[in-house]
């Protein structure tokens, strides 16, 4: 026989080894959010769509490999395909996982 689960917060334990659940395992609290987003970080469509182009002409014109691209940046920012902005956004080629 398994031994019983216990509940890590009331060390309740279920004899019948059912998923447990106790009155204050409902009242969890959610996700934690993440402690800071950055205020200038906008997705890659977003920034496309600022450059006035959408990520297959960003990838058919070249731009990919240009030696500057945009940053993830409401700022406007180019940066090195690898590199950060100076608020700390990525690259859109960094945002994407290409790099």
Do not use: W, Y
Not at 41 to 53: C, D, F, I, K, S
Not at 64 to 71: M, N
């Amino acid at each position: 026989m398994t031994a019983p689960k216990i509940c890590p917060i009331c060390d309740a334990g279920d004899p019948t080894n059912v998923i447990h659940t106790c009155e204050h395992m409902a009242k969890a609290p959610a996700a934690t959010p993440p402690k800071f987003k950055n205020p200038h970080r906008l997705t890659v469509r977003e920034t496309l769509a600022n450059e006035g182009m959408t990520l297959e002409e960003f990838v058919e014109d070249g731009a990919a490999t240009d030696s500057v691209v945009p940053a993830c940046c409401d700022e406007g920012c180019q940066v090195e395909p690898d590199g950060r902005c100076e608020h700390g956004c990525p690259s859109v080629l960094l945002a994407l996982g290409v790099i």
